[in-house]
């Protein structure tokens, strides 16, 4: 891998990261439903600006209510649980949470999709589940029914960037392909009308719009922009690049900076969990990732958060 390509996978890592302190910024102000669905508003937007810009041509050759639908699955059930999750999780957790998204893949493969269970991912699966037990028991955060919620919301989460990879190859690599960027656009407006109505019924119960101050507004352009839009802008690109699993090693990268951030920026503590809960996935991801042919994630953005 050539040093450049490493910068663009460390600064994707960065970006993904972030995310999980601008959740923790907005969130608890603006409420999980609102907060997801401003976030996929925004990124659908700066997406289209950015295909006006690049002069993509719009051709969906069809396929429309997929990507839509793929959206859904991809973006808007997660986003929604990584809101919740922000609530009581600090982002550190979260961050290394997502990190299971290869394992969920792997699952999710060899119960609906006739996926070959090797060695390998048997034993990647069973170290992620230790690493989850050793952060969420350990760590710096009480271990209580609000942190196990948290865990469980990041954990649906990765299991539908796992099942959304699959669905990708069935739904549109498999019926001709489609341009990158115009499945991670329509996919974002997809996740926005899915969220208009649980967003419209949050507000209706109880307005936090006017709670939120400069501060919540500027991580809510940040997750929207550059976390989701410019994220997914970048590994498409990388992909094309490097080839779909060599980008996966941007799992690796998320957690480390996602802890930093939170520890920067909030204040998050650090333990010695963080390093032993994250060591326990990143050997399971490596297990997972190790045999190149066996992987099947790679359509759908491993693990943005």
Known sequence: MKPTDLLRLLSLAAIWGASFL??????????PFTTAFLRVLIG???LLACLALMRVRWDMRGKWRAVMALGVINSGIPFVMYAFAALWLPAGYSAVFNAMTPLMGVLIGAVGFGERLTLNKAGGVVLGVAGVAVLTRTGPVAFTPQVLLGAAACLV???????AGFLARRWITAQGGLDSRLVATGSMFGAALFLLPFCAAALWRENTLPAAGPGVWLAMLGVGMFC?????ILYYRLIADLGPVRSLTV?????PFGIVWGA????EQLSWAHAAGGALIGVAVWLVLRPAPAVAVAPAVPGRP
């Open 228 to 232: 989701t839009a410019i994220a997914y």
């Open 157 to 163: 989460a990765t299991a539908c960037y796992g099942l």
């Open 264 to 267: 920067l920026f909030l204040h």
């Open 44 to 46: 659908a937007l700066t």
């Open 251 to 255: 799992t690796f990268l998320i957690p």
């Open 22 to 31: 601008f959740l923790r910024i907005g969130a608890p102000v603006l409420g």
